[in-house]
């Protein structure tokens, strides 16, 4: 414990202050907003997908639970890469795994090709937001991670602003492939930028963890509770707002709710903006407080649970005002998700802080790629406005998620 407080300290010396920790972290976040673009803008675009590649609501599911499969089976291997090869490299690379799943989008028109393109944009997605969270943990000390936490989630919730509404009017405007092929083009200049301007930063590594192999640094994160605990916070938060925002979301709002493309694209532009005005001001407020910031979490997931619980039991279509509500609270669960990531953080020695970050985003992304399949599955069975019916396996794990949190609580 003496060598892993001294290690930490050591970090902390050595996180400046002035401009640059601010600058090397506003490019990680930059690619962090291009990937969560990429990620969800299936949801707006999926009525189009559908016609695109004649599909089903199920198959359709399989896309972004691919996708997230991808991702998600990457998590560990992304917090290892961070901790080893430093963001720089990572974030590069994964900036141009971007560009390719986007450009092999904008042709695609068959089932086969749509799904490598949306494995490619999980492969490059899946090393952003650990990367970005190393970049935060070398470059300022442990009381400033739960805002800057904060502040790279409103980064990614302004990256699923552009994925809405605007994204929308792109594809009315210019059609499939050239959105997407633009997309690309973008995010291959993102990653010149990266490979130019992004610092790696400081992490001393202690001699005897220099050759700890993936299991022992994995077995090791996870035997930290925070890091359990934060996996489950995770699981909770984030699975429920991925679930909703990348893809069923846009369905819901046209087919159950009977919303217009366009209304819709404006109304699912309400959960990107409450994650960013959640992780901003959540971050801001448990800085410095473990206090506060389990008891911000404790209080989203119960809101998150509720609104699960509404979608289930309201009508169709609900009143207007309870849509919002819905969307907004929804997405201000998505947005105390990454805030989590700071208990793994302060638990866990800083030479391993990728890795817990990586173990932890497992759970996010595992739960919502069961939901996505869950979802698509009993649409096809029960008919595409069954949501009603197709929400109650989403619920009954965020029960189960939020159970394990409040155990861990009353440890």
């Known amino acids: 414990m003496a060598q892993?407080?001294?290690v930490r300290e050591s970090t902390d010396r050595t996180a400046s202050g002035g401009w640059r920790p601010w600058a090397y972290w506003g490019l990680g976040a930059l690619c962090y907003l291009v990937s969560l673009f990429h990620r969800t803008g299936l949801s707006v675009a999926a009525d189009d997908a559908l016609t695109r590649f004649h599909i089903t609501a199920g198959a359709l599911g399989i896309f972004t639970a691919l996708q997230l499969g991808v991702y998600l089976v990457l998590q560990i291997p992304a917090g290892l890469v961070a901790d080893r090869w430093g963001p720089r490299k990572v974030l590069t690379m994964a900036a141009l795994a971007l560009a390719a799943g986007s450009a092999v989008f904008s042709v695609s028109d068959t089932l086969w090709a749509g799904l490598a393109a949306r494995a490619l944009t999980g492969f490059g997605d899946a090393f952003v937001f650990v990367s970005t969270l190393q970049l935060a943990a070398r470059w300022f000390p442990g009381h400033r991670y739960p805002l800057v936490a904060g502040l790279t989630g409103?980064?990614?919730?302004?990256?699923?602003?552009?994925?809405?509404?605007?994204?929308s009017a792109l594809l009315h405007s210019y059609g499939w492939g050239p959105t997407f092929a633009g997309a690309a083009a973008g995010t291959v200049v993102i990653a010149g930028v990266l490979a130019v301007g992004v610092r790696n930063g400081h992490t001393t590594i202690p001699v005897d963890h220099e050759h700890e192999s993936t299991l022992v640094a994995v077995r090791r994160a996870w035997a930290v509770d925070g890091t359990r605990q934060a996996f489950w916070g995770h699981f909770v938060l984030m699975g429920q707002f991925v679930a909703f925002s990348?893809?069923?979301g846009g369905p819901w709002l046209t087919k159950a709710e009977g919303f217009s493309a366009g209304r819709a694209g404006a109304l699912l532009m309400l959960c990107p903006l409450a994650m960013a005005a959640s992780?901003?001001?959540?971050?801001?407020?448990?800085?410095?407080?473990?206090?506060?910031?389990?008891r911000l979490v404790h209080i989203w997931l119960v809101l998150s649970l509720a609104a699960w619980v509404a979608l289930v039991v309201l009508p169709q279509p609900a009143p207007l005002p309870a849509v919002v509500a819905l969307l907004v609270v929804i997405g201000g669960g998505g947005g105390a998700g990454p805030l989590v990531f700071d208990l793994a953080r302060s638990t866990n020695p800083p030479h391993r802080s990728g890795t817990a970050a990586g173990v932890v985003n497992v759970g996010g992304f595992s739960c919502a790629v069961l939901a996505q399949l869950f979802v698509g599955l009993i649409l096809d069975a029960a008919g595409e406005n069954a949501f009603r019916v197709a929400f109650l396996p989403v619920l009954g794990m965020l029960g189960i998620g939020a159970l394990v949190v409040l155990q861990f609580r009353s440890r």
């Open 154 to 167: 409103l980064m990614g919730a302004l990256g699923q602003v552009v994925s809405t509404l605007p994204l």
């Open 246 to 248: 990348a893809l069923w």
């Open 279 to 294: 992780s901003f001001f959540g971050g801001r407020f448990i800085a410095g407080s473990p206090v506060r910031r389990d």
């Open 4 to 6: 892993v407080m001294a």
